[in-house]
């Protein structure tokens, strides 16, 4: 294909290997539309010094005793409830980086918002309370900016419905970072691997068959554009899928040629439109809205190469509109051919 892949790869979003994810609670619910529209997450004890905290980087026995101490002093906690939280309070301050990723969940977890740490703390003077268990709190006075991303609804929350199991303010949410970076964007790569997120919009029963077929065009089509672009036949990919009516497949795998195909592929499923010659058995797309019209040449002639990719295609095409399948929330300008400077910049690891 003369479609120029790689340039393209190095356009998909490159995920830090040191970014780390947390869960941080929103008192019930009662402080989350605060922190949206002022782009911050808190945490409360407003009345500690902040020196007190700042001082336990190191996490020195003498000065998490001074910061117990205090904390002993002005609360009524006592104990493992007091380690608890200046484990949390050291986490917010010096353990959460720039660049982190942060979830927060309205009332009773309906819906979650996803966003990057944008600063270190910082402490404001903020008069205002809200009502939480019966008192009045006030907001939380030590803050990191944070820039939202997305807010995430309806079935999709199922996905991150495990993270309300921790009852603390700040938990770790490592485990969710795949499904997590899936709701950024539907690709991207992370340790080495892209990573693709495919919905499945159906609200109904879903068709066995019909996923199977949409199942079968996924390896199809990552294993002809492994072998398209010279990589050796293989079975480097994975599928996670949460499907009950609605929901996500998770694609993923090293090779990722193979892995942009299938995005190709059903990008095309769900935008372009074919007409078929009866004479050759040939066809060829119309440009459907947010396709760039570059790929459709090679990608039809790639399709044309063999018989058995336009069947093959035909089904998933077929399995897909039954499906209501989709990505998340696609960035076409990905599939562009030109890159511009500065971005990308992937490894340039062989057989990608």
Not at 49 to 69: A, F, M, T, V, W
Not at 271 to 286: I, Y
Not at 310 to 336: A, G, R
């Amino acid at each position: 294909m003369e479609f120029d892949i790689e340039k393209s790869i190095e356009k998909v979003r490159v995920v830090d290997e040191n970014r780390r994810y947390w869960f941080i609670r929103t008192y019930g619910g009662a402080t989350y539309t605060d922190f949206i529209e002022h782009n911050y997450v808190g945490i409360g004890f407003n009345d500690v010094p902040q020196k007190y905290i700042e001082n336990c980087k190191g996490r020195n026995d003498s000065d998490i005793k001074n910061l117990r101490e205090y904390i002993e002093s002005k609360y009524s906690y006592r104990n493992g409830t007091t380690s608890k939280w200046i484990n949390q309070l050291i986490d917010f301050q010096h353990t959460i980086k720039e660049g982190d990723i942060v979830v927060i969940p309205d009332r009773n977890s309906d819906q979650f918002t996803v966003g990057v740490v944008e600063s270190d703390v910082y402490v404001v003077e903020d008069n205002r309370a809200f009502l939480h268990n019966k008192n009045y709190e006030p907001y939380p006075e030590k803050r990191r900016k944070i820039k939202w991303q997305r807010n995430i609804i309806g079935s999709d929350t199922r996905e991150l419905k495990g993270l309300t199991n921790s009852r603390q303010a700040i938990s770790r949410a490592d485990n969710y970072a795949d499904i997590i970076e899936g709701f950024v964007s539907s690709v991207y790569i992370r340790e080495d691997q892209m990573h693709l997120v495919l919905k499945i919009n159906q609200h109904e029963d879903i068709n066995a068959f019909d996923l199977n077929d949409m199942l079968s065009g996924v390896t199809y089509f990552y294993n002809e554009f492994c072998k398209e672009y010279g990589i050796p036949e293989n079975r480097d990919l994975t599928i996670k899928i949460q499907v009950q009516s609605e929901g996500n497949a998770r694609v993923k795998g090293y090779f990722k040629k193979g892995i942009f195909g299938v995005m190709i592929i059903t990008a095309l499923t769900a935008n372009g439109e074919f007409t078929m010659d009866p004479a050759t058995g040939e066809f060829s797309f119309k440009t459907g809205d947010g396709i760039v019209s570059s790929i459709l040449e090679p990608i039809t002639d790639f399709l044309n190469a063999k018989q058995e990719r336009t069947i093959k295609f035909i089904e998933y095409q077929k399995s897909s509109k039954n499906l209501e399948l989709n990505s998340l929330n696609t960035n076409n300008n990905v599939l562009d051919n030109t890159t511009e400077e500065g971005e990308g910049k992937n490894a340039n690891d062989e057989g990608n």
